[in-house]
Every structure is written in C-alpha cells, then in structure tokens.
C-alpha cells in the first residue's frame, strides 16, 4: 500500500537534502533555504562534533541537553555521550538503534522530580539497519527521560535507544551506503541505500551486518543474499584499506560458488566505505580460500553510452556536436517507422533492441530482422526495456494493465500494484532489471513510485511489489526517469507554466534541481550530468551551474537507453 504524504513533507525532505549537500562546505546557521546542486556519492567530510562531557552541578535539562549534543559523536562507541548516563544504564543504551530527524521546534517538559518529556517533530528516521524513511506527518513524539543523582551531579538513569539530530547535523554525522544484493539470475547487484555515522569506527561492522540482514522489505521477491540464515558478523576491522570480515554461523556449509558470492556481496558494499580497498573474508577468525569459479563477475552499475540517442532531421543515432553516428541494423529500421518514442538497449549479450511507439502501437526492432509489432493497443505511453530482453508497454490511460513481451516468448500481462492510480505518464525499467520506476496521476495529483519486478524461474515479469512512494514536485506529471542506479529524476508542470525537476535518491534524500520550461521528456544516463531534457522546441538541455543549457537542437525524439 502506497503511504499518504503532504506537500511540507516533501518540501521539509527538500530543505534536508539542501542541508545535506551544503554539508560539502559548511551548514549556514540562517538564511534562505537554496537549491542544492546534484546529490553525490564521492564527497567524503570527516567532520566530528567535540562535545563536552557534563559540567558540575549542571541542572536535569542541562544534561539532557549536553547528552543530545553528545551522541553526535560517534567515536569510541559514544563514550562522550554514555559519560552523561548513570553507571547502572550507561552499557545499556544502544544508540545505533536508529535516528529520529527532526527540523525544528523541539520542547522540554518536567513530567516530575526526576523525568523530563522531549517532544520532537520527525521529518525522517533511521533505523537500526540504516533503512531511512520519511515521516508522513510531522506529529509531535515524545521521549522520555529520567534522572538519578550520583554523587550529588545529575545523571540520565533511562532513556529511548537510539539517537535524536536536526537535520543539519545529520548531514554532518551520517553518510549513505549501498548495499548490494544479487537479482535472481546473480548476474546484476541491485543497490539498496542505508545510512551510517560515516566517522564511526563500527560503521563496517554496521554494513556488513545490515547486508547479512537482508535486504528492505520492499526489494523482497526481486533480490537474493547469498549468506544463510544464521550468519552473524563478529566484527569488520580496517587496516591499511584492508576490511576483514569475520562472519560466524552456517557459513562453512556453504558451497564455494555460494562463499564466492557472500565475498562480491561484501566487496561491492564495503567498497564504498571510505579507506577502503580490499576486504577479504574470514570464518570464526580463519581466512577463507576462494578459487576464482571463471564466471563472469556480476554487473554493480550498468551504465549506457554517455551520448544523446536522438531521432534528428530523419535519422536515428547517437549525437555529439553537429554529427551523429547511426546504430548498425538499428537506426534505419527505426527511422523508418512513424516514430512517438524510442527506447534502446545493448545490455543483453548479443542482443540490440530499440522498442518504438507509434501512434498504431509499440514495435521492437532488432538487427537481422524486420520491426514487429508487440502492442496494439491504443494510447500506450513510452514503452521500456529490461536486461532480459523483454519490451514493457502499458496505456496511458490503463496504468493497471501491464504487458511484457520478449523475441520468441509468448507475450504475458499482469496487473500492476499502484490502485487508485487513474493515468501513468512513464513506466521505466532499472537497467538491473529489479525495480520499476512508474509515474502516476492519482486522486488528480502526480505520485512518483518504486516497486520491485517480480520474475519466474525463466525470468519472466510475472508482477510487482508494494510501491513506495518518492518525492515529486508540484502540479501535472510529465515524466521521471532514472539518474543512475541509486537515484531518479521526476518533472512536474506548475501553476507558474515552469517544469519542476525533482531528484531522489532512493532509500534517501529529496534535490530540487533548477526549473526548466517546456519539457516534454526526462532521460536519464549514468550520473546527474548526464540528465537530459528535451524540451517542446526540439532543444536538448543539461545542467550546468544549476541552469539548464542547451546541448542541441532540431531534435524530434529523444531515446532513453537501458
């Protein structure tokens, strides 16, 4: 079921991910909020809170106060902030238990001698695992402490697990992740993002047992793990790049096929932790041997052909500056048919295919054979294309009534999961093959969401997951698309008659890129300079310095790649 949200959740997700990004370069403590540049995954910041431990003689709200500063900084398993806490429960606190983000507006009240409430509006939470969610509504939550003296100075005696920061200083503390889980077919890592104090010394540890953990929930049915159930993590020291991890559990039992994949598991996701270079895999402290299998090594983030794929002046091809290179056995089949649009893929091996929609219905086109058509239905939208080889369709007007078809296997249709929706601007498969990203009109507002593909043992789309709802900007849908692997791209038609251009990262935070005007289309390629608008008059813009700037013109169709 898609979750209920509201437009100030969204432009407060907004307001934090601009505090994330201004992170790069110092928070501003006042001010208007600005439009932030594209998320990235390379900016490393080592900045550490140094709070003090408590003064003597400080009063209950003091010390509540001096502990909420205090678990700001992770270091040394938090020990300035535990240094707040009474003998008694100083080992029980677990503050990796999650985080409660809030913007603003937080409030003290004494409940009695010895316990005090502190009630915090949530915009977003963290849990144990690094799963970040946002909150649909900013309702007040209380927590509570109490207090005991030792040794005539205030202590905090109980208090919730887990941690409490505005959202500036979350983009000081935390850092996102991903996680990397196989599709069914082991041949694709799909990411699932989570976040972690980036300067912790346990924050290996912590990715390596949220990946043993499994993957989100609503990844479920289109990811496997390659580690049993049962595994544990006894730690993941660093030392001189190299991550050990030290797994426990059922893990010998494994087959070696199995403990190499446990290895490209752990190597993609701790690959990502800064100072990290090698990790290698070791069982109740005895360092597994591994023989490379010779199986191809699966893909973590397919990527496409970085030039414009365009329909121009009667040609199909890949564009840069003033020429354009054709697609051999492709672009003139392609330019051949009425053209509406166009999707394109060479990730399945040996295999090129370009999917065209005309106004008769959807056609694929592949060398060596003549276009055939696949969908007759009437007021199909954009169709898409996935690893496997199969062409997605759907009308535009029937966002339920989902169709995939694939060169010599019957075509099959399913329903698709987002009910109330009553029109579908786009439907476009990752290049991982495991998530779908679809852009919606529902109760006459736009809803941009996930959900994971569902395949039978050939792999076959046999259905979807749960959706989950993104952040998308104001007014009409006009088309989403994805960024890279770790994030999408929404625009919306405003009141204003401006395009709003969205950015979300998936399992993560909210950009408002810089508006545009009169776009028809949104294509992604492998990275937020890659995104490419295609606007009404045949231009094609990028963004540079936070406006868009045009890269070409005359362009009748824009392709997306996959």
Same mark, same amino acid.
């Given at each position: 079921?898609?979750?209920?949200?509201?437009?100030?959740?969204?432009?407060?997700?907004?307001?934090?991910?601009?505090?994330?990004?201004?992170?790069?370069?110092?928070?501003?403590?006042?001010?208007?909020?600005?439009?932030?540049?594209?998320?990235?995954?390379?900016?490393?910041?080592?900045?550490?809170?140094?709070?003090?431990?408590?003064?003597?003689?400080?009063?209950?709200?003091?010390?509540?106060?001096?502990?909420?500063?205090?678990?700001?900084?992770?270091?040394?398993?938090?020990?300035?902030?535990?240094?707040?806490?009474?003998?008694?429960?100083?080992?029980?606190?677990?503050?990796?238990?999650?985080?409660?983000?809030?913007?603003?507006?937080?409030?003290?009240?004494?409940?009695?001698?010895?316990?005090?409430?502190?009630?915090?509006?949530?915009?977003?939470?963290?849990?144990?695992?690094?799963?970040?969610?946002?909150?649909?509504?900013?309702?007040?939550?209380?927590?509570?402490?109490?207090?005991?003296?030792?040794?005539?100075?205030?202590?905090?005696?109980?208090?919730?697990?887990?941690?409490?920061?505005?959202?500036?200083?979350?983009?000081?503390?935390?850092?996102?992740?991903?996680?990397?889980?196989?599709?069914?077919?082991?041949?694709?890592?799909?990411?699932?993002?989570?976040?972690?104090?980036?300067?912790?010394?346990?924050?290996?540890?912590?990715?390596?047992?949220?990946?043993?953990?499994?993957?989100?929930?609503?990844?479920?049915?289109?990811?496997?793990?390659?580690?049993?159930?049962?595994?544990?993590?006894?730690?993941?020291?660093?030392?001189?790049?190299?991550?050990?991890?030290?797994?426990?559990?059922?893990?010998?039992?494994?087959?070696?096929?199995?403990?190499?994949?446990?290895?490209?598991?752990?190597?993609?996701?701790?690959?990502?932790?800064?100072?990290?270079? +090698?990790?290698?895999?070791?069982?109740? &402290?005895?360092? #597994?041997? @591994?023989?490379? $299998?010779? !199986?191809? *090594?699966? =893909?973590?983030?397919?990527?496409?052909?970085?030039?414009?794929?365009?329909?121009?002046?009667?040609?199909?091809?890949?564009?840069?500056?003033?020429?354009?290179?054709?697609?051999?056995?492709?672009?003139?089949?392609?330019?051949?048919?009425?053209?509406?649009?166009?999707?394109?893929?060479?990730?399945?091996?040996?295999?090129?295919?370009?999917?065209?929609?005309?106004?008769?219905?959807?056609?694929?086109?592949?060398?060596?054979?003549?276009?055939?058509?696949?969908?007759?239905?009437?007021?199909?939208?954009?169709?898409?294309?996935?690893?496997?080889?199969?062409?997605?369709?759907?009308?535009?007007?029937?966002?339920?009534?989902?169709?995939?078809?694939?060169?010599?296997?019957?075509?099959?249709?399913? +329903?698709?999961?987002?009910?109330?929706? &009553?029109?579908? #601007?786009? @439907?476009?498969? $990752?290049? !991982?093959? *495991?998530? =779908?990203?679809?852009?919606?009109?529902?109760?006459?507002?736009?809803?941009?969401?996930?959900?994971?593909?569902?395949?039978?043992?050939?792999?076959?789309?046999?259905?979807?997951?749960?959706?989950?709802?993104?952040?998308?900007?104001?007014?009409?849908?006009?088309?989403?698309?994805?960024?890279?692997?770790?994030?999408?791209?929404?625009?919306?038609?405003?009141?204003?008659?401006?395009?709003?251009?969205?950015?979300?990262?998936?399992?993560?935070?909210?950009?408002?890129?810089?508006?545009?005007?009169?776009?028809?289309?949104?294509?992604?390629?492998?990275?937020?300079?890659?995104?490419?608008?295609?606007?009404?008059?045949?231009?094609?813009?990028?963004?540079?310095?936070?406006?868009?700037?045009?890269?070409?013109?005359?362009?009748?169709?824009?392709?997306?790649?996959?």
């Amino acid at each position: 079921m898609m979750r209920s949200r509201s437009r100030a959740l969204i432009a407060a997700m907004a307001s934090l991910t601009v505090l994330l990004l201004a992170g790069c370069v110092g928070i501003p403590s006042s001010g208007p909020v600005e439009k932030g540049d594209a998320l990235s995954t390379t900016d490393e910041i080592d900045i550490i809170f140094q709070p003090s431990g408590p003064g003597v003689d400080e009063s209950q709200e003091d010390i509540l106060n001096g502990f909420i500063r205090a678990a700001l900084n992770p270091l040394n398993n938090f020990a300035v902030a535990r240094s707040f806490l009474s003998k008694s429960f100083s080992d029980d606190w677990k503050p990796d238990a999650g985080v409660t983000i809030d913007q603003s507006g937080r409030s003290t009240q004494a409940v009695s001698e010895t316990s005090i409430d502190l009630k915090v509006s949530p915009i977003a939470t963290v849990d144990a695992d690094g799963e970040y969610s946002t909150v649909p509504a900013a309702a007040p939550v209380t927590r509570s402490y109490t207090f005991v003296q030792e040794d005539g100075q205030w202590r905090i005696n109980t208090a919730p697990d887990g941690i409490v920061m505005l959202a500036n200083e979350f983009a000081e503390v935390y850092n996102s992740y991903p996680l990397y889980f196989f599709d069914p077919s082991y041949q694709r890592l799909v990411p699932d993002v989570r976040w972690f104090p980036r300067v912790a010394s346990n924050t290996g540890t912590r990715i390596a047992r949220a990946l043993i953990n499994g993957p989100s929930a609503w990844l479920g049915g289109a990811v496997v793990t390659a580690f049993p159930e049962g595994t544990g993590v006894t730690s993941v020291p660093v030392d001189a790049g190299l991550a050990s991890v030290d797994l426990s559990g059922p893990v010998l039992d494994s087959s070696e096929a199995t403990l190499e994949r446990m290895q490209v598991q752990l190597r993609a996701s701790l690959l990502t932790l800064s100072g990290v270079s +090698t990790v290698r895999l070791t069982v109740d &402290s005895t360092e #597994v041997p @591994l023989a490379t $299998s010779g !199986d191809a *090594a699966p =893909v973590t983030s397919p990527r496409v052909d970085s030039r414009a794929l365009v329909l121009r002046s009667g040609q199909f091809g890949f564009f840069t500056g003033s020429s354009l290179t054709p697609i051999e056995g492709i672009s003139d089949d392609v330019a051949s048919l009425p053209a509406t649009s166009i999707a394109f893929s060479d990730s399945v091996p040996g295999l090129q295919l370009a999917a065209v929609g005309t106004a008769a219905g959807v056609y694929a086109a592949a060398p060596s054979s003549t276009p055939g058509l696949v969908d007759d239905r009437p007021g199909l939208i954009e169709p898409s294309l996935d690893p496997e080889g199969f062409v997605w369709t759907v009308p535009r007007g029937s966002p339920l009534d989902v169709r995939v078809a694939a060169g010599g296997r019957t075509p099959s249709s399913f +329903t698709a999961t987002w009910d109330g929706a &009553s029109e579908i #601007v786009s @439907l476009d498969v $990752s290049r !991982d093959g *495991a998530r =779908v990203l679809a852009f919606l009109t529902m109760d006459g507002e736009p809803r941009l969401v996930v959900a994971s593909v569902i395949r039978d043992k050939d792999g076959t789309p046999t259905g979807l997951g749960e959706p989950v709802d993104l952040a998308e900007g104001p007014g009409t849908a006009v088309d989403a698309t994805w960024v890279d692997s770790l994030s999408v791209a929404s625009a919306t038609l405003t009141a204003s008659g401006d395009n709003a251009i969205v950015q979300q990262q998936i399992g993560g935070t909210t950009t408002q890129l810089a508006d545009a005007s009169d776009v028809v289309s949104l294509v992604g390629s492998n990275d937020v300079v890659g995104l490419r608008v295609l606007a009404s008059d045949g231009t094609i813009l990028q963004q540079s310095a936070n406006t868009w700037q045009v890269r070409a013109a005359d362009v009748a169709l824009l392709a997306t790649q996959y």
